[in-house]
């Protein structure tokens, strides 16, 4: 069997506390292929967060390791482009500005002028382009995560890490995002990790869906292939009984 | 008395007034409430000096204070016009001098009248200034430092803590010694009376700009520490692109709380170390004695009063030039 993407190898890590170490992870083995769509789900404080913190490089495994491409992952980097949840983005730079500076700093030996078109290239992606000079505190939630995305995107990053990227926003504005991360994830083929609380969003988006235990000492409970054929529908799919018996569950 | 209550009722009573008025009664508490505290306190302040006499004689009222504001004015104009004359009679004889024999090159000595009251107020905003500027170069970066590094912060929080409530007057002493002792020179710059009020001023400056720095540092949101390290941004960048931006606003804070305290601690500083500004003012006029000491000190107190607040506002407009939350509320 060939190796995968990116692999992660019995990883576990210890919080230090006043009363000792505290096992939040323990034994995560995970292969995920190029392209693939992973959904993380699971109860808050279970540690999803924690496990793509670690493969952001945001947080050191205390066991095992990330492999991303063959290299083993230990500093953050755009090529592991994070949308955090709350968006991030620098609310004294405006949007084209924020992506701007995701360009400049992570594809140096570029002109002005492509940095300029590529910028606005990923603002077109994620339809924003009608906002360049806009701050973050003069467009709606959806609008700031649709930029998060842009500036994630224009890291060109081999794998996309989602911490709950829709979970501040309504349901009309989520199911646009939802909407746009397929295209977008159907036209650039990237690899992304999403965290989500939401059932119906993982089944909607993922190839795989990646369900831990509680902590602590996480780890991964079960893995559901979600073999739904693409492009995928949202109004097709719940006419699917079995789909929406998950949701009732939830 | 009656007078007063009637522009209080207009104030607080709407309906007493037509809709015509509804504008003007928007805006009118906003105007006539300072208005009418500064009314009051100038009728308890004219009541109660009557009753106050010294061996100065009685304690000025609003009266006297104005009258003596003028008076100061009158001296200032009187002191330039002899300033001019003075520089036109050094004029027209170095140029008789000239006529008769070109190889003369002209001196121009300078004025030496006593400085009058409106060159030591700004005397004492150049000291200040100075004062502050040497705190606040030294203690914006030394608060990032801190905020930056929780060893760094470690290290210096006691310092802070140990020197942060001493008294410039507690300083004063030494600052003067030192200066006396390390500012030699033949033909110095600055006055050692100017250098010992700006340094004492600078001692008291550096800790509220130190503290709100190092607390703004530290308390960016730690999204955008981790936005920094997925750009993997140079530590330069780091510091121009995220740090400075984000805790501009506490650093203002801080900025603004030390010039207040800079200003405040000026005077005391001047009195004592006899550089020529408004403290200086103050003490040569308690010393003087005269009837009218205690008026023409009254103008300097609110002077220094009036020069303290409008630093402050012009601090706040810089703020509000600087950063980038035009919204925030600034007070």
Known sequence: MQSKHLELAQVGIDFPTPKGPFTALTDVNLKIDKGEFVSLIGHSGCGKSTVLNIIAGLHQATTGGVILDGAEVRTPGPERAVVFQNHSLLPWLSVYKNVELAVKHTMRGKSKKEIREWVLHNLELVHMTHALDKLPSEISGGMKQRVGIARALAMEPKVLLMDEPFGALDALTRAHLQDSLMEIHA???????????????????????????????????????VELPRPRHRLELADIPTITITDTKC | MSKTTNILNLGTSPSSLGGMFGKVYQSAPAILLPIIGLLLFLAVWNGVAKTIDTSLGQFPGPAQVFEQAGALIGEHSAQREKAEAFYERQHARNEARMAQDPTYVPRIREFTGAPTFFDQIWTSLYTVSVGFLI?????????????????????????????????????????????????????????????????????????????????????????????????????????????????????????????????????AAEMLAQNPGLGKFVWDEFQNGSSESLARIMVAVLTIGAIGFVLDRLMLLIQRKVSWDKNSVLR
């Open chain 1, 187 to 225: 036209d650039l083929g990237n690899t992304v990790i999403m965290i989500t609380h939401d059932v119906d969003e993982a089944v909607l988006l993922s190839d795989r869906i990646v369900m831990m235990n509680n902590g602590p000492a996480a780890t991964i409970g079960e893995i559901l292939n």
């Open chain 2, 135 to 267: 705190a606040s170069i030294v203690a914006v970066p030394m608060g990032i430092i801190c905020g930056l590094s929780k060893s760094a912060y470690t290290a210096i929080n006691p310092l802070i803590q140990l020197f942060k409530p001493v008294s410039p007057l507690a300083w004063l002493p030494l600052v003067t010694m030192v200066v006396s002792a390390l500012y030699v020179s033949d033909d110095p710059m600055f006055s050692k009376s100017f250098v010992t009020s700006a340094v004492t001023v600078s001692l008291c400056c550096l800790w509220p700009t130190l503290i709100n720095t190092a607390v703004g540092v530290s308390a960016i949101d730690s999204d955008l520490i981790n936005v920094s390290k997925v750009l993997r941004l140079t530590p330069m960048s780091h510091l121009t692109k995220i740090v400075l931006p984000s805790s501009i606003p506490m650093i203002f804070t801080g900025l603004r709380l030390s010039l207040g305290i800079g200003w405040m601690v000026l005077i």
